[in-house]
């Protein structure tokens, strides 16, 4: 379970986030929609501490922390039970594959080589990338590469999967490999997922709960089926009728248009 509440942030004078109250249940799918400058990513940062929050508190199963006060030791604690999917994949271009996936089992879990080894095979399986091990990052596509970094995600057993638009740097045939993968993990599973991301038909087939940002706030939230097909908010309304005629599995209400 996460509950985060009242998160604050500015840049300068430009105030990103302007308290977000977001409860998110163990083993749930959380998607945040929103246009881009809406502060959906800075959001998903501050709760794994790679932006520090000017206010705002988060509970995390049994850990409360402040986020703007949170102690080193806390934004640890917090940082091993949660890991983050980039948008860029952020893999270390001169490790192998499984030395990718090994890096965090060994240094922050202090695991034996051996054992990480075992662990980082059953998750590139889990991602249909077994028999990789081998292979640098460079010799693989936007899409392998992105489901290196879900299985190196995975492999640290976090509570929660924070990902920040993981298709958003692929080119469109590879998106569809990256969102099985997400499918997969959230069908089979028990790991809580807050997904930041513009697939709006994914959303509709894999969240929980649909959240839509716009100015720093959270404008609409709740059923997918319900914010998707028949939103209360105009700017929800607007933002997703631009995606009507890239998907037509979303039949927005009419009327309400």
Request: hydrophobic share 40%; no cysteine.
């Amino acid at each position: 379970m996460i509950d985060i509440k009242q998160v604050h942030k500015s840049f300068g004078n430009r105030e990103i986030l302007k308290g977000i109250d977001l409860h998110v249940p163990t083993g749930s799918v959380t998607v945040i929609l929103g246009p881009s400058g809406s502060g959906k990513t800075t959001f998903l940062r501050t709760l794994n501490f790679l932006e520090k929050a000017d206010a705002g508190t988060m509970q995390l199963n049994d850990i409360s922390v402040d986020l703007h006060k949170a102690s080193n030791k806390e934004i640890l604690n917090v940082r091993r039970n949660t890991s983050m999917v980039f948008q860029s994949y952020n893999l270390f271009s001169n490790k192998t594959v499984i030395e990718n996936i090994m890096e965090g089992l060994v240094t922050v879990k202090k695991m034996k080589k051996s054992e990480a080894r075992d662990i980082a095979q059953r998750f590139l399986k889990e991602v249909g990338m077994e028999g990789y091990d081998d292979y640098y990052p460079v010799q693989l596509s936007g899409g392998q590469q992105q489901r290196i970094g879900i299985a190196r995600a995975l492999a640290m057993d976090p509570e929660v999967i924070l990902f920040d638009e993981p298709t958003s740097a692929l080119d469109p045939e590879l998106v569809g490999e990256v969102l099985a993968v997400i499918r997969k993990i959230a069908k089979e599973l028990e790991v809580t997922m807050i997904i930041v991301t513009h697939e709006i038909g994914f959303a509709k087939e894999v969240a929980d709960q649909v959240v839509f940002m716009e100015g720093g706030v959270i404008v609409e939230q709740g059923d997918p089926k319900v914010v998707l097909e028949h939103p209360k908010e105009e700017r929800t309304r607007k933002f997703l009728s631009r995606y009507l005629t890239l998907d037509s599995e979303l039949p927005l209400d009419s009327a309400a248009l």
